[in-house]
């Protein structure tokens, strides 16, 4: 197979960052760090893991970074919006995600990185004021020419050879759907006439995707998500993903709910409730950006079950989510999930989890891969929604056609699949049934059909 044409990765890369709180801090610190050689990009699969290239009795098997042509981490810089004027030096002593000698190692990389002015509305964003004066725009068309001249300081100044956007910032009220939404024009409308549908995490989406930027979007807020930004990137040639990183409790969803559907056990009920402390849970006790993490969350499970074509083993399922707001826990987040299962004979069982884990701990190094992913897919010329990234997103963006993918096995064979025909590599099926067919007529085995490989995905 032929690889894709990629424009060459030199140069900085300059990294984005709507919201500079725990999330965007512990990123920036790990990359600084690992400038020093000081820090392991764990959870990283762009830097660590292996991905497999033809045969299994070829045995090749690079790291990604060494065979797809990625930007490298020295290449970084940063740049950000926030409510609160904190440099990230600042954001993070105050999240205290990373030990105290962790930060200061860094501490003047991170204090170089100071938030520009944001764009905020109360009626999206209701238990945070800002700290840092808002952007004094005389509507929604002006706030997002205001953040474009940020950017092209940014740039400027920062001598980024390209850039990428990824939303770190907090969870908005989910906007009604509305007329501004449907075409490109219309939504140009809409911001001129500051239509109440347009949230500030649209503003900055329409901001980058105008100007040709890749865009990730890591929280559940509608974003870039709407016809008229599709429309839009595909315009301008722009790569865009998401939405919602995906870290704790649905990542833990993503891989067990799979097991359940592959072994034909059935689900009576899926109880999860969480706690946290940091300025996410502060945001999350608001009812309105409550019910749209909460619609993140609980999409998975249908998603993955499929009770339509399984109501026996999954038509009637209660599922049940909590977030709950407590400042002592931090950004150490726990969950609890209880899942009451049906077994051989309809006889019940029970599996119980208790994750404890630091939310921004598995959220940075999904902010590097995206970063990365996403100038690889400007660079080959690949606009508009990238499916192929879902891996990293609790509710994926894909073609309104079409269900989003949850499960995470089958997300991560996408992805490496995905970078497989970017480096004009055959993609892999995993049946084997080629190793044992040929050689069983005493001939060598040989390659599948590329076209068969990618039509039994």
């Known amino acids: 197979m032929k690889a894709l044409k990629l424009a060459p990765a030199g140069g900085r890369l300059g990294v984005l960052l709507p919201g500079m709180g725990a999330v965007a801090s512990t990123f920036v610190a790990g990359v600084e760090l690992m400038k020093k050689e000081r820090g392991a990009p764990i959870g990283s699969l762009s830097q660590m893991q292996a991905i497999r290239l033809g045969r299994r009795d070829e045995n090749r098997s690079p790291r990604i970074k060494d065979c797809?042509?990625?930007?490298?981490?020295?290449?970084?810089?940063?740049?950000?919006?926030?409510?609160?004027?904190?440099?990230?030096?600042?954001?993070?002593?105050?999240?205290a995600v990373l030990p105290r000698e962790t930060i200061e190692a860094v501490a003047e990389d991170l204090d170089a990185v100071r938030p520009m002015a944001p764009v905020w509305d109360r009626a999206y964003l209701r238990n945070l004021t800002p700290r840092l004066d808002p952007k004094k725009a005389r509507n929604k068309w002006e706030a997002a020419a205001l953040l474009r001249e940020d950017i092209r300081k940014f740039q400027r100044m920062s001598g980024a050879k390209r850039l990428v956007m990824i939303w770190c910032g907090s969870t908005e009220v989910l906007p009604t759907p509305g007329p501004a939404h449907r075409s490109l024009r219309a939504f140009e409308r809409g911001l001129k006439a500051d239509a109440p549908e347009i949230p500030p995490s649209m503003i900055y989406a329409y901001a980058a995707i105008s100007m040709g930027i890749p865009y990730a979007n890591g929280a559940p807020n509608l974003s870039a998500d709407v016809p008229a930004l599709v429309e839009l990137a595909q315009q301008t040639g722009a790569p865009i993903a998401g939405k919602d990183f995906k870290t704790g409790q649905t990542l833990m969803k993503t891989a067990l709910a799979p097991m359940l559907k592959a072994r034909m056990l059935g689900l009576s009920g899926w109880y999860s409730a969480n706690i946290l402390g940091n300025r996410d849970g502060e945001v999350?006790?608001?009812?309105?950006?409550?019910k749209t993490k909460e619609k993140s969350k609980m999409s998975v499970l249908d998603g993955i079950l499929d009770p339509k074509l399984y109501p026996q083993l999954y038509g009637s399922y209660h599922h049940k989510v909590r977030i709950d707001y407590y400042p002592p826990r931090g950004d150490a987040k726990e969950g609890w999930d209880n899942i009451d299962i049906m077994g051989w004979l309809g006889m019940p069982m029970q599996i119980k989890i208790n994750f404890l884990c630091r939310d921004s701990i598995l959220a940075a190094p999904i902010v590097l891969d995206l970063a990365l992913f996403l100038d690889l897919a400007k660079r080959a010329g690949m606009s508009g929604v990238q499916e192929w990234l879902s891996f990293y997103f609790k509710s994926p963006q894909c073609r309104p056609d079409l269900?989003?993918?949850?499960?995470?096995?089958?997300?991560?064979?996408?992805?490496?699949?995905?970078?497989r025909l970017i480096m004009g590599e055959s993609p892999l099926d995993h049946a084997?049934?080629?190793?044992?067919?040929?050689?069983?007529?005493?001939?060598?085995p040989g390659r599948r059909d590329p076209e068969l490989a990618l039509a039994s995905r």
């Open 68 to 95: 797809v042509p990625l930007a490298r981490p020295g290449e970084l810089v940063f740049g950000g919006w926030d409510l609160f004027p904190d440099s990230l030096l600042e954001a993070a002593r105050k999240a």
């Open 284 to 290: 999350l006790d608001d009812p309105g950006s409550f």
């Open 403 to 419: 269900r989003p993918e949850h499960d995470l096995f089958i997300q991560h064979w996408k992805l490496k699949n995905a970078l």
């Open 432 to 444: 084997g049934l080629d190793y044992y067919d040929a050689t069983a007529n005493g001939q060598r």
